[in-house]
């Protein structure tokens, strides 16, 4: 697969590639309005870096968002089996025809009609076709949409989402919860993510309208992109950076979006669920479009990648071992360090938090990695950059036996043969006094033996 920055951008996603270490876990800014959507996901996709979050892990109803899933496992089977979209079909079945009898997402195909497989992905992605949606369920699922919905739930669990459950390949709407398609602001960004890396789904997301060309029913099935309208440039909200995107918007329902949009070498990735709908349909596509470009805005115009730590800096000194020219070795940073951060926040904010060894040791070579330097902004890690050694240091060698003498009375072996040589010490000494005591007895005995005998001859 491509890359998802289009080639003019990756010379900044390179440079952010080496020098960012950001976490994506946590969002520190809050934009200056807010947003009406119970679930919101909005990530700068050059950084990974999420910008700002809400309600990210809850569970909210997919809708049609549950389209892009069935996208992807799509496109990954056709490709895992080797199999051509434009030369394998599937026709619409009775029973798919009559699950979807009365929507008002429907791509035109016909009852026995047979589409390739890109054709029906088109028609999905750009028109939100729910017979489309269905008949590639089917193809994929082998001819079972429940074996397709367990195949999208193993593939999400293999993604990393946690809090996503799919019941059906379109996302439908049941009054009973336990029918409906679930998800969190988080997953739907990771599956959208994946589905804007495939370049085949990208290709479609970005298009406009397609000819699916003539089938065993039509001479031309025209699709055309009602999924977004803010790619259109004749649509009230058309957002020129928006390069991809898909909505679910449904009458009576809370609405959902996914796009991604790109400009002046930033790229953002956005995630709406259960906006709120409307009185009418056309109110509620004014709420979800109207707060999309909001925080997109907000994002393009308030953030920029910022140096936060220049290359070389002295920013720590560690104490030396084992010298007699110095005590103390500078550290300077290795690299440069660079966030996407507020255009208006003082770098002032940034603190330290350092890693370092208690000492070093002499000899030092100069350019060695000794410890790093944590940045924290807003009570969060937003990265680090190792901390070097700035020059060189010759050892002392007496200073450096006395350190081996001083660090070898702490090893367990040095005071294992200290151990031994006292209870050697101990032990021959006893041995000693006892042979000592033995010759005094024998000595006492020997001279009162014979002065028994010298009596003996008195």
């Known amino acids: 697969m491509k890359p998802l920055l289009p080639a003019v951008k990756k010379s900044l996603a390179l440079l952010l590639a080496v020098t960012l270490f950001l976490s994506p876990a946590h969002a520190a800014y809050l934009p200056s309005f807010q947003p009406q959507s119970r679930g919101v996901w909005l990530e700068n ?29 799509t496109v990954e089977y056709m490709e895992a089996n080797s199999l051509d979209m ?27 009609e047979e589409v390739t497989i890109r054709g029906l992905l088109y ?36 993604l990393g989402c946690t809090g996503t459950t799919f019941a059906d390949p379109a996302g439908f ?12 602001p988080r997953d739907m960004a990771i599956i959208f993510r994946k589905v804007m890396e495939n370049e085949t789904l990208r290709t479609i997301l970005q298009a406009r309208n397609y000819d699916i060309g003539p089938t065993n029913r039509h001479d031309s099935l025209n699709q055309f992109n009602y999924t977004n309208a803010m790619m259109s440039t004749t649509s009230e909200f058309y957002y020129a950076p928006v390069d991809g995107g898909f909505i679910s918007v449904v009458s009576g329902q809370n609405a959902g979006i996914a796009v991604m949009a790109s ?23 004014t709420t979800l479009y109207g707060e999309a470009e909001d925080l997109l805005r ?51 904010s940034v603190q330290y938090r350092y890693d370092l060894p208690e000492a070093i040791a002499a000899p030092v070579e100069k350019g060695l990695e000794v410890g790093r330097l944590h940045l924290i902004l807003a009570d969060e890690e937003i990265g680090s950059v190792p901390l070097m050694t700035t020059d060189y240091i010759e050892a ?23 151990l031994f040589v006292i209870s050697f010490v101990v032990l021959y000494s006893s041995l000693l006094v006892q042979i000592k005591r033995r010759k005094q007895r024998q000595g006492k005995y020997s001279r009162y033996n014979a002065q028994r005998k010298q009596d003996r001859y008195l």
Not at 173 to 184: E, R
Not at 301 to 330: C, L, N, W
């Open 45 to 73: 996709t050059d950084t990974n870096q999420v910008i700002f979050e809400q309600n990210a892990n809850e569970p909210m109803e997919a809708g049609y968002l549950a389209k892009l899933m069935t996208a992807l496992m």
């Open 298 to 348: 907000w994002a393009f115009d308030s953030f920029a990648v910022r140096t936060v730590m220049e290359k070389g800096q002295i920013m720590e000194e560690v104490p030396v071992k084992y010298s007699f020219t110095t005590d103390h070795m500078p550290l300077a940073t290795a690299e440069t360090f660079m966030a996407l951060m507020p255009t208006s926040m003082d770098l002032t």
């Open 123 to 158: 028609s999905m992605l750009l028109q939100s076709a729910n017979e489309a949606t269905l008949m590639l369920g089917d193809y994929v699922g082998d001819g079972s949409l429940g074996h397709f919905a367990d195949l999208m739930n193993q593939r999400a669990a293999e």
């Open 173 to 184: 709407h049941d009054d009973d919860p336990a029918q409906n398609s679930w998800t969190t």
């Open 263 to 285: 400009t002046s070498g930033y790229s953002y990735l956005l995630i709406l669920l259960e906006t709120p709908g409307g009185a009418s349909l056309a109110d509620t596509r």
């Open 396 to 418: 002392s060698k007496p200073l450096v036996w006395l350190g081996w003498l001083e660090a070898s009375v702490h090893t367990f072996w040095f005071k294992f043969c200290v």
């Open 86 to 112: 434009d030369q394998e079909t599937a026709a619409l079945k009775l029973y798919i025809q009559n699950l979807v009898y009365g929507s008002a997402n429907l791509g035109g195909i016909l009852q026995g």
